[in-house]
């Protein structure tokens, strides 16, 4: 098994209220921040942060030192610049988030002063969603404690440079965790992601250059600064960097957070820190990463759960948040659950993924309940290949995952459904050119 | 309803987290809607002359988010999460038990008004799958029984206000 020093959850005692200021610096806090800000230029920073490869913890894996290179710098650079946390974690199955804002709020603080001295940023929003109301409120009085100690404000830590944070929380949709939504969310609009480019990174947030990362990704942030690029890379098991909250949610004996070195197989999360399955049940499947990443099945229990490894299982590593599914669920109507969840959840701002992903969803209902067609299978595959290429967004093209995933490894369950209704859809086949071609 | 004095200066201190007025439509809104439960046609159009926008943008938004609320609820708003690790782990009977001892469906306020039933998407609890939220306060590992244990221990007690 592998063993590990909790780095980003050391200091949290689930149940136990937060470190406070005072408690937070007896443990060594804040004190990366004094040696970015005092001794490393902004340029140093963003340095150390390419060379430790570290990759965004939201879903999409983007480097975060790639994505900072993108934000202007020097004196004629715009102003002001933004930094956002992006706390709005939704994705069904993930929670690791949660646990770090509610469990240690002025390591994610110090994350984001560190940051913004990097980017030179001005302004940063800690976006939450509604339920973490609590979290809210503690990063506000975790904020006012900073403010008071010269950390916060004018001047941080006496330098010439200022920078103001505030927590926002928001009203609950799915799509503010899309950082284009999210920044309209901001703004006081509705929240339809924008059209890239323009990329945050030049034009975001009141169309200044802005910065959007995820809460578990800022935090490494310190850590980072303390021990180096070097230090950051060799946490990991495989050739990504650092430790990875892992969230377990499904079938397991002790579903929770682990936080371990990145790139431990799902066998090893599963029968080694989770205790194994629940009640002694078969493994069936797992999500590796919330809703919109694909299923893995028993072969593939050995992958390791990295962004790199999965990538070469065609699979991603998205938010971590690893769903396990026993022996006795039903992946239908697993899937279902989840394209209802896409279905209600799509802005609505695009027409594949507002119309297609409820007619997704009712053609899985009626599969679920007894209405199933011969060839549905095949009328769900080819509208989900139709739908996700065409959209606007990645909504559903994160739909596509568990969809099609669970179509091609465990067809045998759709099939179960099917009943003697004629297919409707013998005629596709006639006709491939014409209904194939616009979503490849 | 027109807003107070002391109304004006809590929203005044909402308003300087943002960058303009508009920026804190969401916000302000989450203020009437803790103070009076939900947002009324009078209370949007009172947050629109206070921003200084037109009504429609608000209501736009508060249409758009789940959890802004423009049609009066119970005392006690219950969100029983219906993503994925809940169902899996029994969310069906709990929201099956809710319904019958409520006699409501989702988006329903029984007659009492005590409360009101809504399906939520994910609580990121999974760990604690099914979960459940009673205004701020979220329950873990629900059971059918459970249900009752929590409708009787909220009833008649605090709210989703103030």
């Not at chain 1, 650079?77 to 804002?101: C, H, Q, V, W």
């Not at chain 1, 396990?324 to 109507?333: H, K, L, N």
């Not at chain 1, 599969?367 to 080819?382: A, F, P, T, Y």
Request: a negative charge.
């Amino acid at each position: 098994m592998a063993e590990i020093t909790p780095v980003l959850t050391r200091h949290i005692v689930e149940g136990n209220p937060p470190l406070d200021l005072a408690g937070y610096r007896a443990v060594g806090g804040y004190e990366s921040l004094r040696v970015a800000v005092e001794t490393m230029s902004p340029d140093e920073v963003r340095e150390v942060v390419k060379e430790s490869n570290l990759r965004g913890r939201g879903g999409a894996g983007f480097p975060t030192g790639v994505k900072w290179g993108f934000v202007p710098q020097g004196p004629d650079s715009p102003r002001p610049k933004y930094i956002i946390a992006n706390g709005d974690e939704m994705e069904p199955g993930t929670f690791k988030d949660r646990l770090l804002i509610h469990g240690n709020p002025h390591q994610l603080i110090e994350a984001m002063i560190i940051a913004a001295w990097a980017l030179q940023a001005d302004v940063g929003y800690i976006f939450l969603r509604p339920e973490y109301e609590a979290g809210a409120h503690l990063l506000e009085s975790a904020i006012e404690e900073a403010h008071a100690a010269g950390l916060l404000g004018d001047n941080v830590l006496e330098s010439r440079w200022s920078f103001e944070l505030h927590a926002h929380i928001s009203a609950g949709r799915y799509i503010c965790g899309e950082e284009t939504a999210l920044m309209n969310a901001l703004e006081g609009r509705r929240p339809n992601p924008r059209s890239r480019p323009p990329y945050p990174a030049i034009a975001g947030l009141w169309g200044k250059p802005t910065i959007v990362q995820n809460i578990e990704t800022l935090v490494c942030l310190p850590h980072i600064v303390a021990n180096g690029a070097g230090w950051f890379r060799h946490l990991g098991l495989t050739e990504d960097s650092g430790t990875k909250l892992y969230c377990v949610s499904g079938m397991v004996e002790h579903p929770g957070n682990y936080e371990l070195p990145i790139g431990v197989t799902l066998r090893e999360l599963i029968y080694e820190h989770c205790g194994g399955m629940r009640d002694g049940r078969d493994f069936k499947a797992a999500l590796p990463g919330g809703a919109s990443t694909m299923f893995m099945s028993p072969d593939e229990l050995d992958t390791p759960l990295d962004f790199t490894n999965l990538e070469k299982a065609g699979n991603r590593l998205g938010t971590a948040g690893v769903i396990v599914v026993d022996q006795d669920t039903s992946i239908v109507g697993m899937v279902l659950n989840l394209m209802h969840f896409f279905a209600q959840e799509s802005c609505g701002w695009c027409t594949p993924c507002r119309e297609g992903l409820p007619w997704i969803e009712d053609l899985l209902r009626d599969l679920v309940e007894g209405r199933g067609r011969k060839g549905d299978s095949r009328l769900l595959g080819h509208e989900m290949r139709m739908i996700g290429p065409n959209s606007f967004c990645a909504l559903a093209l994160g739909a596509e995952g568990p969809l099609l995933s669970a179509l091609e490894k465990f067809p045998e369950e759709f099939e179960a459904y099917v009943t003697n209704v004629p297919d409707p859809t013998a005629s596709i086949e006639a006709a491939p050119a014409t209904v194939t071609e616009v979503g490849s | 309803m027109s807003f107070s004095a002391e109304d004006k200066t809590r929203l005044d201190e909402i308003r300087s987290h943002y960058h303009d007025a508009r920026a804190a439509s969401v916000s302000v809104m989450r203020w009437v809607q803790r103070t009076n439960g939900y947002i009324s046609d009078e209370s949007l159009q009172d947050a629109a002359e206070y921003l200084g926008l037109p009504a429609a943008d608000l209501e736009g938004l508060a249409t758009f988010y789940n959890l802004l609320f423009r049609k009066p609820v119970g005392n006690h708003v219950i969100k029983v999460c219906d993503s994925v690790s809940c169902w899996m782990c029994g969310y069906e009977r709990v929201r099956d038990r809710l319904r019958e001892r409520l006699g409501i469906g989702f988006g329903e306020t029984s007659e009492d008004r005590e409360f009101t039933l809504l399906p939520v998407v994910c609580l990121g609890n999974c760990d604690n799958a099914p979960t459940l939220m009673v205004n701020d306060h979220l329950y873990d590992r629900v059971t059918p029984e459970g249900v009752d244990s929590i409708l009787e221990a909220v009833r008649g007690h605090g709210g989703n206000r103030g």
